[in-house]
């Protein structure tokens, strides 16, 4: 995944999960939970429809 597909604030977030299942034993590597719940945590982001493009109006009006 390119790195400017990742959230930093939701990876700033989910550290707080990944703190907890170290402490529980279900975690030893933060990167590779982080990695494995991505899509849970919400780590990538979404593809955005791109924005409709407006175009500019140049006719000329008959009568002002």
Known sequence: VPFNQVS???VYRSLYF???AFQRGE???PV???A???K???L???K???DAVQLLNLTVLEQP
């Open 44 to 46: 990538i982001k979404r």
């Open 27 to 29: 975690a030893d590597d």
């Open 8 to 10: 930093l604030e939701m």
């Open 36 to 38: 494995e719940n991505a």
């Open 48 to 50: 955005r429809k791109p």
């Open 32 to 34: 590779l939970y982080l």
């Open 18 to 20: 990944c703190t907890t």
């Open 40 to 42: 849970l945590f919400g």
